[in-house]
């Protein structure tokens, strides 16, 4: 299954389907086989990276509304 990321509204990020994760080292996130996760968007769980619905507590609030990327600008080589 393709990996999907979803942005919540005041909330956490949902990754689903096939994916792995590392830390700022390259050391790989053991996930036990978990296919879906929920990353922390407030930076107040106690569990980083993972979400623990802090965000709930502190009234974290935000919307994301999905929008187009300007085109790539090639690098010079």
Same mark, same amino acid.
Do not use: W, Y
């Given at each position: ?7 919540? +509204? ?23 086989? +978990? ?5 922390? +968007? ?36």
């Amino acid at each position: 299954m393709p990996t999907k990321v979803a942005m919540k +509204r005041s909330g956490s990020i949902h990754v689903e389907g096939d994916f792995e994760l590392f830390d700022q080292e390259g050391n790989k996130f053991d996930l036990g086989g +978990r296919t879906k996760i929920k990353l922390c +968007r407030c930076g107040a769980t106690k569990d980083q990276p993972f979400c623990d619905h802090t965000h709930k507590l502190i009234g974290f609030r935000t919307d994301v509304t999905a929008q187009a990327l300007p085109p790539l600008v090639p690098k010079p080589s």
